[in-house]
Every structure is written in C-alpha cells, then in structure tokens.
C-alpha cells in the first residue's frame, strides 16, 4: 500500500510483464538472507551478493544466481541493498553506480544517514537510474513474514512501480517525501525503539529485585498502554536472560541512535532521553557485546 505521491519529471524503467521482477540483493546478513528467501518464494529472478560468500551459499541451493563481481554490470530490474552501514553502502555504490542502466531502480533497505543517501540519489540520476532509500522495521520476525514496514523516499513514479516487489517483503509502505526522508523517519522509529528498549530493561531489573516474576510483565501489560512489540519479544528475554538467536543487534542500533544524535545535533536540537539510551548502547558495546542481541542489556542491570 503506498500512501503518498508526489509529481516526477521523469520516468523510470517499465517493469516487464512477468511472474517476477528481476532483482539482485545486496547485502545477506539477518535482514537480507530473510528477505531474499520471500522473493525467492515469490517467484521473483533472484541474484545475491555478500562480502562473506558463504552467507549465499543457502539461497543458491534454493535457487539464486551468485554475484562474484560488482564492478560487471548487473542486468536486473531492481538492485536491493541492505548493508551495515554507510560505509558498506558507499562502498557497493562505488561498484555498482558505474554500471547502472538507465531506468534501473536501486533500492536501499539500509539504516543509513540521510546525506549519504541524498548524495547517492544525485549520483544515480545523473545516470538516468534511480535510488529509492526504503529502510525497514519489524525486525528478523517482519523479515521471514514479510511484514515488513517501509519508510520509502524518492521518486514518487520510481516507487510506484515497486508495489509488486515491496508486497513480497511488507505489510505498508509509506512514500515520506524526497530522497533521504526514509532515513529520517527510521532515524525516528529508531528513537522509540531505543528508548523504549532501555526502559524495558530497566522495568524488568525493578520488577526483579522488588521480588516479583518479570516474566510476567509481558502477559501482564499485554493491551495496556505501556504494551508494544518490543516489550512482548524483549522482556521474556530479559527476565530469562536468553539472547539467542539474535534478533536486533546492539550494534545496529547504537549506529542508528549515533546518527540521530548527529542529525539533531546539526539541527540544533537537544534529545536527550535518545542521548541516554546511546550510552547504555555504547556500555554494551564497550562490554565486547555489540553482536549481541538487543535484549542483551539487561546485563547492564542484573549481574
């Protein structure tokens, strides 16, 4: 479902009457090997790529092509990214940007800031291709069912044309506004999230040494006001203290709440329970726990 249109000036690629887009996927790490399954599924023409090889090998059983060479083109419909980091996309877009066929649709599921991403549509256009920033949230749970929410920004027109890819993936995807609007709005999503994350933490550890089960305040809040999906997939892991497998990463949050941080900072804005959140972050990273699962803070509280 798209929710918002703006006027183009121009048009991208016609996507081909078929069973399937034609996609590469960049990028196979928690999100992306979950994501690159639904399309396998959906009948969509799949090529992948990730830096670790190994990461592909599942999907190529199942049926993918394999990219070895970035720097080749890459003969698709739409490129797929979903990378740590605005380093890593900078550096796949060092590759791939030089190749793009004009009317080619780039589409970067990554958190990254949104002057990497304006900087990056302003290179893709003047290729006559296109880059849509569509970072998500739902986690590895959204991922596997393809409910996915997705903070689209770029060319109305480009985005339209992807509703058949994005229902693979998505329950919603929400159009923001021009290139980089998608990352400020999970730069938002990602502020809720942290902040509401470290206070679980903290509910749970009260819970706990006042003497009362926090395995229950999940049931037990369940509909309520404080209820949400973080709190019903954190604090049973919190209070059983069993992080595995891992869901949310410590480290990709604390990258996100960094880059709010900065962009408030450019703004002029104080934000400072985002502030305080970061710290705790940071603590868990400092504690050699940064590829550890979210719900692993906890141990900033109980020891």
Not at 189 to 195: G, K, M, P, T
Not at 260 to 272: E, T
Not at 274 to 291: F, I, Y
Request: with cysteine.
């Amino acid at each position: 479902m798209l929710m918002k249109s703006s006027p183009v000036s121009t048009d991208p690629l016609a996507l081909r009457e078929r069973a399937g887009v034609r996609v590469a996927f960049l990028g196979i790490g928690l999100m992306g090997s979950r994501m690159s399954t639904r399309l396998l599924q959906a009948g969509h023409s799949l090529s992948v790529w990730n830096r670790t090889h190994a990461a592909t090998e599942s999907l190529a059983a199942q049926g993918a092509q394999v990219l070895t060479d970035l720097s080749q083109p890459i003969d698709v419909d739409v490129i797929g990214l979903c990378l740590a980091d605005d380093a890593a996309v900078q550096q796949v877009a060092s590759q791939i940007l030089p190749q793009l066929q004009a009317g080619q649709i780039v589409v970067d599921f990554s958190s990254i800031t949104a002057e990497t991403t304006r900087e990056l549509a302003q290179l893709a256009q003047a290729l006559g291709a296109f880059w849509v920033d569509a970072p998500v949230s739902g986690g590895v749970i959204g991922a596997e069912q393809g409910t996915l929410v997705i903070f689209a920004g770029g060319d109305a027109t480009a985005i339209a044309q992807l509703t058949d890819f994005f229902a693979t993936l998505s329950q919603r995807v929400t159009h923001m506004g021009a290139s980089g609007a998608g990352q400020v709005t999970k730069i938002c999503n990602q502020l809720i999230v942290a902040a509401n994350s470290t206070l679980i933490a903290e509910a749970v550890a009260l819970a706990q040494r006042a003497g009362v089960d926090a395995s229950q305040l999940a049931p037990a809040l369940a509909g309520g006001f404080a209820d949400s999906k973080p709190l019903q997939i954190l604090a049973p892991r919190m209070a059983s203290q069993s992080f595995e497998p891992v869901q949310w990463k410590v480290q990709t949050l604390n990258k996100d709440l960094n880059n709010a941080l900065n962009l408030a900072q450019s703004l002029g804005l104080s934000i400072p329970v985002a502030q305080h959140a970061q710290q705790r972050l940071q603590q868990q990273v400092d504690a050699g726990q940064a590829a550890a699962d979210l719900s692993s803070i906890i141990q900033l509280y109980v020891k």
